[in-house]
């Protein structure tokens, strides 16, 4: 793929897998995320929905993760349709007082249960290992959570601490998991 100074190709992706490509999301794809962040069955794990205002921020807080890292969540294109499948993307976030970068997936509810998500980690994994040169990536998963935790599996991540995690007003319980650069084949 040939890179931009913004290390996305002529054409806006930044990466691509054996089905998806993933770009950077924009205020056009705001209908495709209300889709997704309004769904319930998607949202359970975060347990609320988005509201309108709330995409909107959603958004303008992932422009601003592109302009700090060159990360963020990704729209993820399904190569042969064109259809928007989903978010996947790697963020910077704080855990233990120390800045790490975290693998994120969420897709549309029609999307689950065909790998999209086990194809999307695997790429932005070696997306971070190889183009962002990170020694470790994370995953912070609700432990009850178990698709999310058998993709982390699948994709090599190993699980390293069960913490609490505050958000939206209440106590969540987490599982941190963790890949290190040393286990790309």
Known sequence: MKKTANNHD?????LESARLKFRQITHEDFAFLKEMLSDPKVM???EHTFTDDQIHDWIQ???SYYRQDNAGYFADIEKTTGAFVGQMGLHRCEFNQQSI???CY???????HYGYALEGVRSLTNYAFREISLPEVYAQIKTNNAPSIAVAESAGFEK?????????GKN???FLYA????CLP
Do not use: C, D
């Open 61 to 63: 807080t992932q422009l």
């Open 101 to 103: 970068f975290e693998v």
């Open 179 to 182: 890949k290190t650069k040393e």
């Open 172 to 174: 969540m319980e987490h």
């Open 44 to 46: 359970y794990a975060w």
């Open 106 to 112: 969420m897709l549309k509810h029609r999307y689950w």
């Open 160 to 168: 390293k601490a069960t913490f609490i995690k505050h958000y939206n």
């Open 10 to 14: 002529a054409s806006g992706y930044i």
